[in-house]
């Protein structure tokens, strides 16, 4: 019997009967929808085979898609996205998307916890971008923005999905192509000081600030590696993914205070700091200077972040894509954009290579 989370006529936002597609709302609602149907298209392939019905339809029909392609893992051989195609009975809005791309989060299942976990430890430790399964989002994306000869695509992932929806937009970023992305519960791939409940708060802004001094000190120092990322945040400044977090995922909930303590600290010498080490990983920065050139995804110089004020029941409540088509949802907004740290250069020495 299908779990009720995966029955659209029980779980799924029944209430959107007619999709305004100038309204951000509907907009998040149909792309965590599709999302949710990436997942279930996976658990379908596996009951086809008991002859169960299959679901995932259900979480894409209302909405006048059609699922045109899914993306396999060659190693568990899973389906780990979906590109659908926006085909309406009307003519299409101009701020609706021709085609959709979703990545499905983790599935802690015997069949894919090894394949997901070994990738979930990628975003952990940087070299998602040099995995099979992004090198497939990626050649899908950039497949389709030829074939069909449109930028009109959406992106969008939950978890370890939004990972690689994040990896997969930066990329095609860097082109000076921006592709409108959502993320769900983006994981946050560093351990942040709010889980220590030990600690008092001065204690925990200091550490933060030798944190960001340490990051920003080793950037500096390796010039070569500085000047690389400030030419590619600049390249990806001008690209806003939407991302949705809670504060209850302790997954993605540091996204709020990576965005909030850049923009305190704006104007502040420590910020100038701040805005070297947010484009930084102590990861990926050593990692470049070994040559292997990982991906760190939670690097991000501009989003828009909606924070879901709701209490929910535990972190896996907090951490799942149910949450954002809710009609009770309470979101809070905030716009973030980089700036570039033009007096940094004044203010602090300049290292030879």
Known sequence: MAPNLDIFEISGPVHLNSVDWS???????????????????????????????????????????????????????????????????FPRHPSAPRLVVTFRGTLPDRKHGFQDGFLDLCVIFGGINKTA????????????????????????????????????????????????????????????????????????????????????????FMQNQRKKSLEEFSKLAAWTPYLYVNPGDPISASYIPYFEERKEKEGKIIGYVEQVATRTSLRETCSSALGRGTEMSHLLPSASLAVNQRKLNGWYESHGIHQWWQQDICLEFSDYHYQHETKLMHLIPHFKS
């Open 23 to 89: 309204c951000p709302h509907d907009q998040r609602v149909v792309a965590a929808s599709l999302v949710q149907a990436t997942c279930i298209q996976e658990k379908d392939r596996e009951k086809k085979r008991a002859g169960s019905e299959a679901l995932a339809p259900a979480w894409w029909q209302p909405f006048h898609f059609e699922c045109i392609e899914v993306l396999i893992d060659n190693h568990d051989s899973s389906i780990f996205g979906c590109i659908y195609e926006f085909k309406p009975p």
């Open 133 to 220: 399964r992004f090198e497939t989002a990626l050649d899908a994306v950039q497949k389709l923005m030829t074939d069909y000869n449109t930028l009109d695509i959406w992106l969008a992932g939950h978890s370890l999905g939004a990972s690689i929806a994040t990896v997969t937009g930066k990329y095609i970023a860097k082109t000076n192509i921006h592709l409108k992305t959502f993320l769900f519960n983006p994981p946050f791939a560093s351990i942040p000081l709010d889980w220590f409940s030990n600690l008092d708060n001065k204690l925990k802004e200091r550490l933060r600030i030798c944190k960001t001094i340490l990051k920003g000190g080793v950037s500096l």
